[in-house]
């Protein structure tokens, strides 16, 4: 039976041969050499293994150097290399078994055929996968995907920027930032001979620069012999002989001259660089850079985006309650796990500096910032602007007033001056990114704000030794325990909540500040709350608070009663705005140190003039609001006698009356001031050094405004007037901004322009229904060449909006929008060719225009006949213009404006006719 066996095999191996395509000598070569087949398969393996690790390897260093991945060729080649390594490796093990003989006697030569067979197989595909695997550079690799912005290393490398500073606030990650591009450049290490990093110490001196420096490229100097300049020459020469560099300088916190420090002054010629990084403005433009580059905190999406990348997208998506949790916490801390979302969330709030990984990093980085700053004066400002709520948009005028009255800026000077030094420390905190400018109302420089990191940061230094309680803009409805009241306690600020009543009895002997502000308090305030608050100087009675200074009783909506004040003659400062009083408090003439007062928004129905003149050291008064009377010559003749006054708002009830201040010139001894006149609404907002009139109907005095130094200039509904005033040439000069609204006869806001309005950045136009255009006449060269934003609305004679004389002007326009236009059919004015004369159309170029809508022109056919460059401009939106077929800078693509356009909003009917005729 075996010998059987043995043929039946015998004659399977020859049935098998006669059917294969392949030669039988190939075939039989395994059962003729079975070893040099063996050994032909081990050499395959380790031939296509090596092959394979090369390629890998130099992925992994295309990845490193140079940011590139693998092509989904090379992917595939890669998975088929491993897929034919298996195989070979599993032909090998089937080699041990099947070696072996049939029924102990014959061998198995049926399955050393089969065997054999596919070890031919195998080995003749990985000849073909050896044969693919000589890629060309360019199929390689691609371009890995970016998530963020492209480092800006082409400064670097290019030839614009020799000097480059990175200014940011202290927590950001500049240096990770600096470091990436520090790690690029050595790793491409093409476009310098050396790149040396240099750490700056925080003892910024000179010699410690200097010593930084040389440890940086391995230099050791002599302290006791070598002199500053024998040191900047030893640097100086070892610097040069290094070739073409990239010098670092991490963390600078002082300007120093690079002579000094003995750095070579980079050049075109010399091809070396400098980048340095520091979180001060003022080292910035101490050092004279050529590029100036902040860094910016991740907006609200990025930092989203952020969190959701390191915690997983499924587990941020899990819920909208994680959600709400975790968004508000997403730019603070990364954790997994909803309750610790909470809890960090709750710490931040009640500002402690204990959540993981920040009190190290952060809070000690900003702690160092804060005590860099100039002096005890300016750090106290900065610890002051913390009582506000978190991304509370600050007046600057009301901070630097604040921190007057709480003698921030101590005693000496008039108001001026102390507002010139409120001034020069806002700036300086500015600089240091400790607070940043906001816009608001379209105005840039009126607000500040303190980040909300750089706020908890403080908060939590500040209640290390319990001297801040700050729990504004929390919403608390119910008032903090007694427990939180620590006799420490200097500053208390719960303003903007939603206290009804404070019913507890705090020992707080040192609180000098308590800001209660936009709280009902509707239930009231206990007695004895203020009993054990010494340093208010608030005992049972206010009328005899014989030592107070301050009195702040802006925004209490329900109080309409304060008592006697004619026992505070130290009194300085009265502020009873937004308020329901509706008389003047008794014994305001015995105030007779009072240096500010504020009755703007109440009921007041009757100022005593005579009280005006008792008032010597009066520097700030605040009279806004709808009036029941008319103050007349009386009040003016009052006014001119104060001739303190440095910062005056005040609302006269007719132009009249207005006209006659004019005539007194008292105007101009004030620093600042907001004029109103008409019938001003309940709520509105100017900036400073404006004039705005509601409702006048009379122009009588109107024709010219001989006031010099007038920044805002508005005008609401006045029926008869048909064109702006003439203005002083100094107004003229220094208007910023203009608004006109509902002033039906007017046909041109700007007749006849004698000058260019140079520093015009913003004007309003709305509901004016027999508007022919913006200017009338000539236009200058150079006309509205600030001019940042144009809002047009209501307009419904205007046919064109602007002449091409004056559109081409418009270098600085950012923001513009034409809505509810019932007849304008283009936007810039062109000319219409006769069918015989074809007009070549210049190109208008728009550079900085980054916002453009357009909505409700029935008749809008064109902006502009011919091409509009828009490189900037990033975000359209059309709405109601059904004529309106193309958009002029889509002719032509650039390649700026595809890199900075994001979106273009209009209907779906809309869409589909403008890709139609593009």
Not at 284 to 290: L, N, T
């Amino acid at each position: 039976m075996e010998i059987v066996g043995a043929i039946a095999s015998m004659g399977q191996c020859i049935c098998g041969l006669c059917c294969s395509k392949e030669s039988i000598s190939e075939q039989c070569s395994y059962l003729r050499r079975p070893q040099t087949v063996v050994e032909a398969l081990e050499d395959k393996l380790k031939l296509i293994t090596a092959r394979g690790d090369d390629v890998r390897t130099k992925l992994q260093t295309e990845e490193i150097r140079r940011g590139l991945c693998p092509t989904a060729e090379v992917t595939l080649w890669l998975a088929n290399v491993q897929k034919i390594k298996a195989e070979l490796d599993s032909l090998k093990v089937k080699i041990q078994e099947h070696n072996r003989p049939l029924c102990g006697c014959f061998p198995n030569y049926y399955y050393r055929l089969k065997l054999g067979n596919n070890i031919s197989k195998k080995i003749c595909e990985a000849d073909k996968l050896l044969d693919r695997s000589n890629f060309p550079e360019s199929s390689l690799v691609n371009m890995l995907p970016r998530k963020g912005k492209i480092l800006p290393t082409t400064m670097l490398v290019g030839e614009t920027a020799k000097s480059i500073l990175q200014e940011t606030l202290g927590y950001l990650a500049k240096r990770t930032i600096v470091e990436e591009i520090n790690y690029k450049l050595l790793r491409e290490n093409i476009h310098f001979d050396a790149v040396i990093w240099v750490e700056a110490s925080k003892k910024s001196n000179l010699q410690q620069l200097q010593k930084d420096t040389a440890k940086a490229m391995g230099l050791c100097f002599n302290e006791n012999e070598d002199s500053e300049l024998t040191r900047a020459t030893a640097l100086h020469e070892a610097l040069l002989r290094k070739g073409q560099f990239l010098l670092v300088i991490d963390d600078l916190w002082e300007a120093f001259s690079l002579k000094s420090i003995g750095i070579p002054s980079p050049t075109n010629l010399n091809g070396c660089k400098l980048l340095i990084t520091t979180r001060l403005l003022h080292v910035c433009r101490s050092m004279e850079a050529d590029v100036e580059i902040e860094v910016r905190v991740l907006s609200k999406e990025d930092a989203w985006d952020l969190f959701k990348q390191k915690v997983g997208e499924e587990l941020a998506s899990t819920s909208p309650g994680i959600q709400d949790v975790a968004k508000k916490v997403a730019d603070e801390c990364g954790e997994n796990n909803i309750t610790r979302w909470e809890t960090a969330l709750s710490e931040l709030r009640d500002s402690t500096a204990s959540i993981e990984g920040l009190e190290n990093q952060v809070f000690a980085r900003l702690r160092f910032s804060n005590d860099r700053l100039k002096d005890d004066r300016t750090r106290s400002c900065f610890l002051y602007c913390a009582l506000y709520p978190e991304d509370h948009h600050i007046e600057t005028e009301e901070l630097i007033m604040d921190w007057i009255w709480e003698g921030l800026l101590g005693t000496e000077g008039n108001l001026v001056s102390k507002m010139q030094r409120g001034h020069m420390i806002l700036n300086e905190l500015k600089d240091a990114c400790m607070l940043k400018s906001v816009c608001q109302d379209g105005r840039m420089d009126e607000y500040v704000n303190m980040h909300d990191l750089i706020r908890d940061m403080v908060i939590a230094f500040t209640t290390e030794n319990s001297s801040f309680m700050v729990k504004s803009g929390r919403r608390l409805k119910s008032q903090p325990i007694e427990n939180e009241w620590s006799p420490n306690l200097e500053r208390v600020s719960l303003m903007q909540n939603d206290l009804s009543r404070l019913t507890i009895q705090p020992r707080c002997p040192n609180l000098c500040t308590l800001l209660l502000q936009y709280n009902s308090l509707e239930k009231g305030i206990q007695p004895r709350f203020f009993d054990h608050m010494r340093n208010l100087k608030l005992p049972d009675s206010l009328s005899n608070l014989e030592n107070l200074h301050v009195l702040l009783l802006c925004s209490c909506w329900n109080l309409r009663h304060v008592p006697t004040l004619s026992e505070l003659k130290e009194l300085r400062v009265l502020d009873l705005c937004h308020t329901k009083i509706e008389y003047m408090p008794e014994g305001m003439d015995m105030l007779l140190n009072l240096q500010h007062l504020n009755l703007s928004h109440t009921s007041v129905s009757e100022i005593p003039i005579h009280v005006l003149t008792t008032y010597m050291f009066l520097e700030s008064l605040f009279l806004i609001g709808p009036w029941q009377f008319t103050l007349g010559q009386i009040f003016t003749d009052a006014l001119s006698e104060c001739t303190g006054l440095a910062v005056l708002e005040v609302h006269f009830s007719c132009v009249e009356d207005f006209c006659k201040y004019l005539c007194s010139h008292h105007w101009n001894s004030l620093k600042n001031f907001k004029f109103f006149i008409g019938n001003l609404p309940s709520s509105t907002h100017t900036g400073k050094n404006s004039i705005a009139f509601f409702g006048v109907s009379s122009n009588a005095g109107l024709d010219d405004l001989s006031m010099d130094r007038i920044l805002e200039l508005e005008f609401h509904g006045c029926p008869n007037m048909v064109r702006l005033p003439r203005l002083h040439p100094q107004a003229v000069y220094l208007l910023q901004l203009c608004k006109i609204r509902h002033c039906d006869r007017m046909e041109f806001i700007f007749v006849d322009l004698g000058s260019t309005y140079p520093n015009l950045e913003r004007l309003e136009i709305e509901g004016l229904s027999k508007l022919r255009g913006i200017c009338q006449g000539i236009v200058p060269e150079g006309t509205f060449q600030s001019l940042q934003v144009l809002h047009v609305s209501g307009c419904n004679d205007l046919t064109t909006l602007l002449p091409p004389e004056l559109a081409k002007n418009l270098i600085n326009l950012v923001e513009m929008s034409i809505e509810n236009c019932e007849k304008i059919a283009e936007v810039i004015e062109g000319v219409e060719g006769d069918g015989v004369t074809q007009v070549k159309f210049t190109d208008m170029v728009l550079p900085m225009l980054q916002k453009m809508k357009l909505s409700g022109l029935p008749q809008l056919k064109h902006l502009y006949n011919g091409l509009m460059i828009c490189d900037s401009l990033s975000s359209v939106e059309v709405y109601e213009c059904p004529e309106l077929k193309t958009l002029p800078f889509l002719v032509e693509l650039r390649k700026q404006m595809l890199c900075s356009l994001k979106q273009i909003k209009g209907s779906k009917s809309w869409w589909g006719e403008l890709r139609r005729n593009h």
